[in-house]
């Protein structure tokens, strides 16, 4: 069977799943959103009371959460971690899974380059990662379509969005390239993932830190910017090329040489 279509197969269920989980991350969060707007409590004044700590937390520094913007900004950051761990995971299992299965033998016995099999993995991640963004967006046009010229803001966060699963996607495939150890190349991945997601935190806390903001991809496409700015930040973007391009390079070299368990 053609591998891109193999795969494709293999990770459908998880896709579904993966969507589902999705919707109601959305889903919920307009139905908090109209909740509070009918009840006519000040959310503003009730955020306003939490410690500056909590308030960063949660991810309510910023925005106006008065508006679907501010709110949805501030569910996007649940939304770009729902969509990175899918990616991360994706991208360790997709290359790590036929050592983790001891399938190694059948697959790469076939007349075919070892390199050509990485890339219709890589495709078939790449698959995936669009149809989950584009589910995403679907979802959020339907539910937060109601405030004037906040669409083309959700259309930047979603172009946001798929690149910081491109990141951690290859950063997946990368360690699973690297690892000698197929069946923990996951929890390696996931816990890079978590890595940067504390250091975004730690950033919000102190802002002496902002330094540290190359080394977290949440940063990068962060929806307050995107908001105020109405546009992504081009540093950002080439910057999310070149780890692409880095590590992709780096998973062909690797994984084309190494001895492969079987």
């Not at 360790?92 to 033998?105: A, F, M, Q």
């Not at 890339?119 to 589910?135: D, S």
């Not at 000698?180 to 802002?207: C, H």
């Amino acid at each position: 069977m053609n591998v891109f279509l193999r795969e494709i197969k293999f990770y459908r269920k998880s896709l579904f799943f993966w969507c589902i989980g999705m919707f109601f991350l959305i889903w919920s969060s307009i139905v908090k959103f109209d909740t509070l707007q009918s009840a006519g409590q000040s959310v503003t004044g009730l955020i306003n009371q939490f410690p500056q700590s909590v308030q960063t937390i949660l991810g309510l520094t910023g925005f106006d959460l008065t508006k679907q913007s501010g709110f949805y900004g501030v569910m996007f950051m649940y939304i770009a971690l729902t969509a990175t761990i899918h990616a991360v995971l994706l991208g360790s299992g997709i290359l790590s899974k036929e050592e983790r299965d001891r399938t190694s033998e059948f697959l790469y016995v076939k007349p075919a380059r070892r390199s050509k099999i990485i890339t219709a993995k890589i495709l078939a991640g790449i698959f995936n990662m669009v149809l989950i963004n584009i589910f995403t967006l679907i979802v959020s046009v339907i539910y937060f379509n109601k405030e004037s010229g906040f669409l083309n803001d959700i259309y930047l966060m979603m172009a946001g969005l798929f690149f910081l699963q491109s990141i951690f996607f290859f950063i997946g495939l990368v360690i699973a390239a690297i690892s000698r150890r197929p069946k923990s190349s996951g929890s390696m991945a996931s816990a890079v993932l978590l890595v940067t997601f504390i250091i975004t935190y730690l950033i919000n806390f102190d802002k002496d830190l902002d330094f540290l903001k190359y080394l977290t991809p949440f940063k990068y496409f962060d929806a307050k910017d995107i908001i105020a700015s109405g546009q992504l930040d081009l540093v950002y973007v080439v910057l999310s090329f070149i780890i692409v391009i880095v590590t992709t390079t780096i998973t062909y070299g690797v994984y084309s040489a190494r001895d492969l368990e079987v």
